[in-house]
């Protein structure tokens, strides 16, 4: 299984649109990410560290 997903993978991963990861980085929000080279990609265990930490109704204070 790859670890690194791209910023379409990881958004379907979360169920949210990649417009909302973008959004969220400019506000420097939401899952850690890597840019390598001029492509973003999302670590896996991030992803799932970011699920765990939004349970309970905290989320991002959206």
């Known amino acids: 299984?790859?670890?690194?997903?791209?910023?379409?993978?990881?958004?379907?991963?979360?169920?949210?649109?990649?417009?909302?990861?973008?959004?969220?980085?400019?506000?420097?929000?939401g899952p850690l990410y890597y840019r390598i080279g001029g492509a973003i990609r999302y670590h896996r265990t991030d992803l799932e560290d970011f699920l765990r930490d939004c349970r309970g109704g905290e989320g991002l204070g959206l």
Do not use: Y
């Open 1 to 29: 299984m790859r670890q690194l997903l791209t910023e379409r993978e990881a958004a379907e991963f979360l169920d949210l649109q990649p417009a909302t990861l973008r959004h969220w980085r400019v506000q420097e929000r």
